[in-house]
C-alpha cells in the first residue's frame, strides 16, 4: 500500500467534550475537518499502541457515517493500523464496540456517532474514541489530541477506493486488512454470559407481560429483534421504530420522556404493556418504564445494585462496587451502605468509571442521564440494563403460576423505596437556543461560583440550611489524575441537594442543567409526584441561579 501526504492547516474548536467530538454535520464536512482530528488523534497514541494492531470501527447510522467511515479506514491504513474490524454497513452501538475491543483484544476503537443529539444534514455527527479495555479515551488523551489538532500540517492516509462495508469477510491488503463484521454477534454472545437468558425467556411468554421497546429509529433497531425477538422470544410487534435511519425518522434519539414520546403513549395509555423500554442514537442509554411508571436513571442503577447478586448470573459473587457521577442521586448510596460494599463518587461522563473497573473495585454504575452499566464493558449499556430490568422482574414472578398477578415494575420499585427511603430527583434541562446562548449561562455559572466563594456553612437558604457549598473536583483513586470545575453543588443540612452544570455534549450554544434532590424516609410519604414533592427546591434553584435573568429562559425543555 502506497501511503500519501496530504498537507494541512489546523482547524479550531476540535476540542473534545463530555464524550467525544460532537458538531453540526456540516462542520465535519468541510475539507479535512475529520481527517485532521484522526491524524491527531494517531499523533498522540503511543506508536506501539496501533502501528499494527487492530481498531474497531462502529457507528449509530446517522448521516454522514458512510463517508467518514471511509476517511477513518484510509488515514488508518496511512498510519500504519494493521486491521480494522468494522460492523456491517458502518453499524456498532457504543456498547457493543467496547465488547469487541475487549473480545478481540483491539487496541482500541471508534464510535461514529453523536449519542442522543438528532441526527441528517442539518443536524449533528460525532466521533468518539475507546481505549484498549473498551473505555473512552481518558482527558489526558482526548487533551493531547486537541494540542495536535491546534498545530498539524500533514495527513497520511492510503489511496485506495472505498471499502464495501455492506458485505461480511474480511478485504485484505497486503499488510493492512478490513474485516467486515456481524455488529450484534459478539455482543449477544456476551450478554448470553451476563444474563440467565432462560429465566427471561420464561417471563417473555407469559400472556400477562407484555413488553414494548422502542429503539428510536437509531442502532438498538439492529440488535433489538436478534435478542428480544429470536433469542428471548418476544413477539415481533413489541420493537417500535426498529429500523435505524439516517435522520432517525426525524426524531431526537434521547430516551426520555419528551423525546421518546410515543413509547412515555403507549405505556401509560389504557391497557398499557407490563414493561416499556428505550434506547438512543448510539445504544448506550435507557429509559424504562412500567404500566403507567417511569423508574428514574437513580433509582434504576440503585435497584439493580440490590438486586443484582441473585437476579443476574454475572454477579453470583455479588458486586464488587457501586459508583455514580456526582448529579445522580443518592439512592445508590444507600444500597452500597446496606451491602457493604466500596462506593464511589465521579464526575459526570462514563470515562471516568473505567479506571475503578480495571482495577477491580467496581461493579454496576450509573449516571442520572439514563445511563446504566457495568464492568462487563466499559460503557453505559442500554439493551443491558433492559436485560437486568426483565432479568429482575423474572425473579420476581419464577414461582407465579398463570393467572396470579404479577409483581410489577412499580411494584419493584414502590418495595425498594420501603426498604431504602426515596431519594426524589429531577432533572431540568435548558437545550440549546437563541435565547440561552453561551453568553448568559456562561454569567450565571460566574453569579453562582461567586455565591459559593462566599457561602458558609449555616447559611439560610428559604427553609434549607446550608452544609456546603462548592465546584466539585475529583481525583481519581487509580491514576491520580485531577479535575475541577464538574458542576456546582449546594448541598443542604438534610441531605438535599441543588447541582448546576453546564452540558459539554451539544454542538451549539450551551445547555444549563439544574439537578435536583431531596430524600424521603417515610414510605407515606413516597407516594406523590416529584415535581410536587421537589417544587420548594426547584424554586430555589431557580431564584438562587437567577436563571430567568441570565438566561431569558422562562421554562426547560426537558425534564426527567
Ligand atoms: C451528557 C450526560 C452525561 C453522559 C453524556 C454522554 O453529558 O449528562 O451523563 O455521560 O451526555 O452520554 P452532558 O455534558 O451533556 O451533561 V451519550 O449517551 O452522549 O454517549
Ligand atoms: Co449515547
Not at 131 to 159: F, R
Not at 300 to 307: L, Q, T
Request: overall charge negative; some cysteine.
Amino acid at each position: 500500500l502506497k501511503i500519501k501526504i496530504v498537507p494541512t492547516q489546523p482547524i479550531e474548536g476540535q476540542k473534545t467534550g463530555t464524550s467525544g467530538l460532537r458538531k453540526k454535520v456540516k462542520v465535519f464536512m468541510q475539507d479535512n475537518y475529520l481527517a485532521n482530528w484522526i491524524q491527531a488523534l494517531f499523533d498522540s497514541l503511543p506508536p506501539e499502541d496501533y502501528k499494527g494492531g487492530v481498531l474497531v470501527l462502529g457507528g449509530d447510522g446517522r448521516y454522514f457515517n458512510k463517508e467518514a467511515a471511509q476517511i477513518i479506514i484510509k488515514i488508518a491504513a496511512g498510519n500504519g493500523v494493521g486491521k480494522i474490524l468494522v460492523g456491517k454497513d458502518g453499524i456498532m452501538s457504543t456498547p457493543a464496540v467496547s465488547a469487541v475491543i475487549r473480545k478481540r483484544k483491539a487496541n482500541g476503537g471508534f464510535v461514529m456517532s453523536a449519542s442522543h443529539n438528532p441526527g441528517g444534514p442539518d443536524y449533528d455527527w460525532g466521533i468518539k474514541f475507546n481505549y484498549s479495555s473498551g473505555q473512552p479515551a481518558p482527558e489526558s488523551i482526548t487533551d493531547k489530541i486537541y494540542g495536535n489538532t491546534l498545530s498539524i500540517s500533514e495527513i497520511k492516509m492510503v489511496d485506495f477506493p472505498d471499502v464495501d462495508l455492506s458485505l461480511l469477510g474480511l478485504i485484505d491488503y497486503g499488510n493492512f486488512s478490513v474485516e467486515v463484521v456481524d455488529p450484534v454477534a459478539d455482543y449477544l454472545e456476551l450478554m448470553e454470559n451476563v444474563f440467565d437468558f432462560s429465566l427471561i425467556k420464561s417471563l417473555l411468554s407469559r400472556p400477562d407481560f407484555r413488553f414494548v421497546f422502542d429503539a428510536m429509529h437509531a442502532v438498538t433497531g439492529a440488535y433489538a429483534k436478534p435478542i428480544f425477538v429470536d433469542k428471548l422470544g418476544a413477539s415481533p410487534d413489541s420493537i417500535l421504530n426498529g429500523v435505524p435511519l439516517e435522520d432517525f425518522g426525524h426524531g431526537h434519539p434521547d430516551p426520555n420522556l419528551t423525546y421518546a414520546e410515543d413509547l412515555v403513549k403507549i405505556m401509560y395509555g389504557d391497557n398499557g404493556p407490563a414493561f416499556g423500554a428505550a434506547s438512543d442514537g448510539d445504544g448506550d442509554r435507557n429509559m424504562v418504564l412500567g404500566k403507567g411508571f417511569f423508574v428514574t436513571p437513580s433509582d434504576s442503577v440503585a435497584i439493580i445494585a440490590a438486586n443484582a447478586e441473585e437476579a443476574i448470573p454475572y454477579f453470583k459473587s455479588g458486586p464488587k462496587g457501586l459508583a455514580r457521577s456526582m448529579p445522580t442521586s443518592g439512592a445508590l448510596d444507600r444500597v452500597a451502605k446496606k451491602l457493604n460494599l466500596p462506593f464511589f463518587e465521579v464526575p459526570t461522563g462514563w470515562k471516568f468509571f473505567g479506571n475503578l473497573m480495571d482495577a477491580g473495585n467496581l461493579s454496576i454504575c450509573g449516571e442520572e442521564s439514563f445511563g446504566t452499566g457495568s464492568d462487563h464493558i466499559r460503557e453505559k449499556d442500554g439493551i443491558w440494563a433492559v436485560l437486568a430490568w426483565m432479568s429482575i422482574i423474572a425473579f420476581r414472578n419464577k414461582d407465579k403460576k398463570a393467572g396470579e398477578k404479577l409483581v410489577s415494575v412499580a411494584d419493584v420499585v414502590t418495595e425498594h423505596w420501603a426498604t431504602y427511603g426515596r431519594n426524589f430527583f429531577s432533572r431540568y434541562d435548558y437545550e440549546e437556543s437563541l435565547e440561552c446562548e453561551s453568553e448568559g449561562a456562561n454569567k450565571m455559572v460566574e453569579h453562582l461560583r461567586d455565591i459559593i466563594s462566599k457561602s458558609k456553612e449555616g447559611d439560610v437558604y428559604g427553609n434549607y440550611t446550608l452544609q456546603f457549598a462548592d465546584d466539585f473536583n475529583y481525583t481519581d483513586p487509580v491514576d491520580g489524575s485531577v479535575v475541577s470545575k464538574q458542576g456546582i453543588r449546594f448541598v443542604f443540612t438534610d441531605g438535599s441537594r441543588i447541582i448546576f452544570r453546564l452540558s459539554g455534549t451539544g454542538s451549539a450554544g450551551a445547555t444549563v442543567r439544574i439537578y435536583i434532590e431531596q430524600f424521603e424516609p417515610e414510605a407515606s410519604k413516597h407516594d406523590v409526584d416529584a415535581q410536587i414533592a421537589l417544587k420548594p427546591l426547584i424554586d430555589l434553584a431557580l431564584s438562587t441561579s437567577k436563571l430567568k435573568e441570565f438566561t431569558g429562559r422562562e421554562k426547560p425543555t426537558v425534564i426527567t
